[in-house]
């Protein structure tokens, strides 16, 4: 798993690529928590190359959310694939977030 973030401003781009699985998930999470400090503005977490989403990687996403919305910030979450967005929508994640 590889996350790649830019900074603009009050814009955070933070581009996932590969699997978000539990291990990756572990391995992640400090690039998440520095998500967390940009929460203040705007998220956008570009899922164009997520292959797969875990429980975990939810979690992560969720903790996000909730980061932004203590600090006014929100997440947008672009780009699913087919099977990501099937996720999102089991777990009713999918009334959680403003999607692109």
Partial sequence: MEININTQGKETVATLCGRLDTLAAQESAAQFEALQEKAR??????????EYISSSGLRLF?????????????????????????V?????????????
């Fill in 41 to 50: 503005g705007t998220v956008i977490l570009d899922c164009s190359k997520l």
């Fill in 62 to 86: 969720l903790t996000l959310r909730k980061a932004a919305d203590t600090k006014g910030g929100k997440v947008v979450v672009k780009d699913l694939s087919a099977d990501v967005r099937n």
């Fill in 88 to 100: 999102f929508m089991i777990t009713g994640f999918m009334n959680l977030f403003e999607f692109q």
